[in-house]
């Protein structure tokens, strides 16, 4: 199985940007397709991005769009999150999440289709 560790978070000025990490250790990140979900407190775990096994395709949830940018480095064993213009609805325990995928272009944007998920990374919004 597959170990998930994120890092990145941080205070960040409203109109600021993060680049988050996942970093996958135990098996090659390759094998798996990768989300990002977030959860706010007294908020259920949202969905807000997910990246295939080859990176070829993304999705990501409309609050996002053209704001985040998933991306993954397979030689690294790694994903990323790149966010910008943080609005004040983005503060969250942002966690990466991976599951086996059976080919290189799907991509998964609901919960219970991800088997394994890092503790998280905080990211706080100043005004």
């Known amino acids: 199985q597959v170990q998930l560790v994120e890092s990145g978070g941080g205070l960040v000025q409203a109109g600021g940007s993060l680049r988050l990490s996942c970093a996958a250790s135990?098996?090659?990140?390759?094998?798996?397709?990768m989300g990002w979900f977030r959860q706010a407190p007294g908020k259920e775990r949202e969905f807000v991005t997910a990246i295939s096994r080859s990176g070829g395709n993304t999705y990501y949830e409309d609050s996002v769009k053209g704001r985040f940018t998933i991306s993954r480095d397979n030689a690294k064993n790694t994903v990323y999150l790149q966010i910008n213009s943080l609005k004040p609805e983005d503060p969250a325990v942002y966690s990466c999440?991976?599951?086996?995928?059976?080919?290189?272009?799907?991509?998964?944007?609901?919960?219970?289709?991800?088997?394994?998920w890092g503790h998280g990374t905080q990211v706080t919004v100043s005004s």
């Open positions: 999440e991976a599951t086996s995928s059976v080919n290189t272009v799907s991509v998964y944007t609901r919960l219970f289709e991800y088997d394994y």
């Open positions: 135990g098996r090659t990140l390759s094998t798996y397709a």
